[in-house]
């Protein structure tokens, strides 16, 4: 059994947590907490496996609590948010700080028919992850703000910020695509990769396993410090060097090829993996779209998404990548794509960025 401690403010969330936790034959709510001081001592006293944390709270809010957590006795923590966009931007703050997983908070005007199953599949997924690993991820606070002198227009020249040191590194040509999936950890591990590559980099497509409405939050926090820019992806936006694109969620993205430029486009459809976005679909129609003019690079992440896709992506002729188990949050992704051969090689978390840069060709 999954023991599971749901801290909330909120006495109809806390019962309407606990009745849908409760349901699940594999997850038992050893108890509830009303603020992060009586979380504290709960914790110590009843040693949770997860904890479901809100982040919007009386007398010490959620982030200030989840600091002070993964400093001192780092645990799983699966953000529990509205939707709102100050909710959903702390709830990203969150993941930054060291939480696992968010999902949309029950019983709010925009929750779906979805949202129990999410929560169980996150605490799932959170009490697989390596503590040691949550333990020791840095966490990266934005110093000052960062473009891409590409998308201002200023031609190819140097940029700012923590990739300023390659920035004069150029592409033997514009026609690639770097590839990106990820789910559990993933937001940590995405944001130590694109702070380390230049302004100038290669389209970048992205699917992090997100709800709705968070992604977008997701992508405004990333443009803050990366020197490329960053945003939720939309229908039919061009892939274009110095931009980063991040699949909405609730949405599969897909790369197509339009004559010599690549877009993408953002679609519904049924869930691949129990997700959607999923990266399967990202990284099967970047096989067909772009075959060796891309880079494929699985990270952390629970589960199986993303392993056929790369594995396609490899056949196609492009290099492909996989986080190493050492540092990911949960290994199942890349070890399944290493499994069936679509990783060509495990790298370090810190490593991917450089490989990257040298597999396309920076010179």
Do not use: W
């Not at 989840?66 to 400093?71: P, R």
């Not at 300023?164 to 993933?186: N, P």
């Not at 399967?280 to 896709?309: C, E, H, W, Y």
């Amino acid at each position: 059994m999954i023991r599971v401690l749901v801290v909330d403010d909120s006495a109809l969330v806390r019962r309407i947590l606990s009745e849908e936790l409760g349901r699940e034959p594999d997850i038992e709510v050893i108890g509830t907490a009303t603020d992060p001081y009586v979380a504290r001592d709960r914790i110590v006293r009843l040693r949770p496996d997860v904890v479901t944390l809100d982040v919007e709270m009386p007398r010490m809010d959620g982030l200030s609590f989840l600091a002070k957590l993964m400093k001192h006795f780092p645990i799983p923590v699966v953000v529990v948010s509205s939707l709102t966009p100050r909710d959903s931007d702390n709830a990203v703050r969150a993941l930054a700080l060291g939480a696992v997983e968010v999902v949309a908070k029950a019983g709010s005007s925009l929750s779906t028919p979805d949202i129990p199953g999410e929560l169980a599949r996150a605490i799932r997924h959170a009490a697989a992850v390596s503590v040691r690993a949550l333990g020791a991820r840095k966490v990266n606070v934005p110093a000052r703000s960062v473009r891409s002198p590409v998308l201002a227009g200023a031609g190819a020249g140097a940029g700012a910020g923590p990739a300023a040191r390659s920035a004069s590194l150029r592409l033997e040509t514009t026609h690639k695509v770097l590839a990106l999936g990820a789910s559990t950890g993933g937001t940590q591990a995405i944001e130590r990769v694109l702070r380390a590559l230049p302004a100038d980099a290669p389209g970048t497509v992205i699917v992090q396993h997100m709800p709705e409405h968070f992604t977008a939050a997701f992508a405004r926090r990333l443009n803050q410090f990366c020197a490329m820019e960053v945003r939720e992806a939309r229908d039919q936006d061009a892939v274009v060097p110095g931009v980063a694109l991040i699949a909405p969620g609730n949405k599969h993205m897909l790369l197509q090829a339009s004559g010599a430029r690549y877009l993408v486009r953002v679609k519904d459809g049924p869930p691949v993996h129990h997700q959607r976005p999923a990266v399967d679909v990202l990284f099967q129609s970047v096989a067909r779209a772009a075959g060796p003019n891309a880079v494929g690079v699985i990270l952390t992440g629970m589960g199986a998404d993303g392993a056929k896709g790369l594995l396609a992506m490899r056949g196609a002729g492009a290099r492909t990548f996989a986080q190493d188990e050492e540092s990911c949050v949960v290994f199942g992704m890349p070890r399944e794509a290493m499994r069936l051969g679509g990783a060509e090689e495990a790298l370090p978390l810190d490593d991917v960025a450089e490989r990257v840069l040298a597999a396309l060709h920076y010179q």
